[in-house]
Every structure is written in structure tokens, then in C-alpha cells.
């Protein structure tokens, strides 16, 4: 049987997406994903690079080149998001609360919350400001919360927030995001592609 304790599981798995960071090549900018959504990313330096051969030992199911990008809390880097050529999407690590922020946070610009890295790239690209992918809905809450008590007050005064809500296949607005909305008495924006 399998005595690893949940802290444990949790910070194994957080070396494991170190390790796979520490492991990636610079990125240049091109990927088949990235050309699918029509993006072009900035701040490349936050970006990195791999084969899904290189990273099959931490998630399986990718293919080709892979776009990784962190997920951090309190200054380490607690998960990483890998994205294949195809769109395939693995998380590795521990990210509960951890965020990858895209961008830098602009005096007069809103911070924008969303799960995918292809929807807050493109609105804060947009906004000429900053973002913070959560990778999935299960986290956006966590975020949230983090995300609001670090930027609050910056600079005198406190920005405004909007979460980026995906929309279902039922054309509904993600329940979590407008949970979190709620909650948090933030902004809601729903994320429709186009």
C-alpha cells in the first residue's frame, strides 16, 4: 500500500515540475498552438520549451513541441502547465493557489483572472495589462483570494479585477467563475472565442 501522506504526494510532486522546468530550453515564440489561436506572446523569457519525449516521465499524452509556462505561490514555483502541439493541455505538480501571471500589472489597468493561457494572453495583450492563468476552474477561487490580497493597495490604490468566465458547451458562463465573482464582489467577463 501506498503510505505517502498527501503533504508528501503534493510536495513530490512539486519537484517534479522543478525538475521539469529546470530541464526546458528557451522559448522563441513559435508553437503550433500558439499560431492556432493567432497569438503571439510577449514577455517570452516567462515562457519555456521542451519535447513531450523529455517530459513523459512527469505527463503523458502529450505530443510533439511543448509549451510550459509555471505556476507559482509565494515566490516558488509550485506546478507547471505544459501545452503540446495539438492543444493538449497537462498540469504537473501541486497548483492549488498557484497562478502564472502574464504580464506586468499597469496603474490604471485591470488584473484579469482566467483559466487559459490562450484567453488571458489575449485580453491582457488587448489591455496592454496584466493577467493570471489559474488552469482550470477548480482554482479559480484560490487565486482569487491570493491574487486580491497581493495586489491590494499597490501603488495607492487597489485595481480593478475581472474574471474571465468560459463558456460551457451548453453556452452557459462557467458556475465556479461566477461563484467567485460573487464571493469575492469582483467582475465578471465571459470568455467567448472567436
Not at 503540446?84 to 483572472?113: C, H, L, M, Q
Not at 489559474?134 to 491570493?146: A, E, H, L
Not at 487597489?158 to 467582475?187: M, R, S, W, Y
Request: glycine share 12%; aromatic share 6%.
Amino acid at each position: 500500500p501506498n503510505l505517502e501522506t498527501n503533504t508528501q504526494q503534493d510536495a513530490r510532486r512539486v519537484q517534479n515540475a522543478q525538475a521539469a522546468w529546470s530541464n526546458g530550453a528557451p522559448f522563441n515564440g513559435v508553437h503550433p498552438y500558439l499560431r492556432k489561436k493567432g497569438l503571439t506572446l510577449q514577455h517570452l523569457e516567462s515562457f519555456r520549451q521542451t519535447h513531450s519525449l523529455q517530459i513523459s516521465r512527469y505527463a503523458r499524452g502529450l505530443s510533439g513541441p511543448c509549451l510550459m509556462f509555471p505556476l507559482s505561490a509565494d515566490g516558488e514555483i509550485r506546478a507547471l502547465q505544459a501545452i503540446d502541439e495539438n492543444g493538449t493541455k497537462r498540469t504537473i505538480g501541486a497548483p492549488k493557489g498557484a497562478t502564472f501571471r502574464y504580464g506586468i500589472p499597469v496603474p490604471g489597468s485591470p488584473i484579469i483572472i482566467g483559466e487559459g493561457l490562450a484567453t488571458v494572453a489575449s485580453v491582457a495583450n488587448g489591455l496592454f495589462g496584466c493577467g493570471y492563468v489559474t488552469v482550470g476552474d477548480w482554482n479559480i477561487d484560490p487565486v482569487v483570494s491570493r491574487i486580491k490580497a497581493l495586489h491590494q493597495g499597490e501603488n495607492g490604490e487597489v485595481p480593478e479585477f475581472i474574471i474571465l468566465g468560459d463558456i460551457d458547451k451548453n453556452g452557459c458562463i462557467n458556475q465556479k467563475a461566477l461563484k467567485a465573482a460573487a464571493t469575492h464582489g469582483i467582475k465578471l467577463a465571459e470568455a467567448r472565442h472567436v
